[in-house]
Nanobody, 129 residues
């Protein structure tokens, strides 16, 4: 599956952005989808994930209550609504597909679940203070 992320940009602290990730192929609805981010000098980290039919969502603790992941399987697209953005949210954001179709996982396992899946090219999010 090929993934194309978009929606990044420059926003002031407290602002909002919505990221989108469009996927190719007919099997999108069978994949867990995830968002990850990588700030300069840091390792890539998990942000949020959603199950294939959308009934399960997972969030990294620092984004709970601020970020919402959702998906539209009819449009082969996953979204990340980001509210109350802070400078520490500045990073390149990547979407990923769990092509192994892991049935259930914890947030601590998320990087391992998605590591060998398909990844998009990343979109830059910059939050100014």
């Amino acid at each position: 599956v090929q993934l194309q992320a978009s929606g990044g940009g420059l926003v002031q602290a407290g602002g909002s952005l919505r990221l989108s990730c469009a996927a190719s192929g007919r099997t999108f609805s069978s994949y867990n989808m995830g968002w990850f981010r990588q700030a300069p000098g840091n390792e890539r980290e998990f942000v949020a994930a959603i199950s294939g039919n959308g009934d399960m969502t997972y969030y990294e603790d620092s984004v709970k209550g601020r970020f919402t992941i959702s998906r539209d399987n009819a449009k082969n697209t996953v979204y990340l609504q980001m509210n109350s953005l802070q400078p520490e949210d500045t990073a390149v954001y990547y979407c990923a597909a769990d092509t192994h179709r892991t049935p259930v996982f914890t947030t601590a396992q998320a990087m391992g679940v998605f590591r060998d899946g398909s990844w998009g090219q990343g979109t830059q999010v910059t939050v100014s203070s």
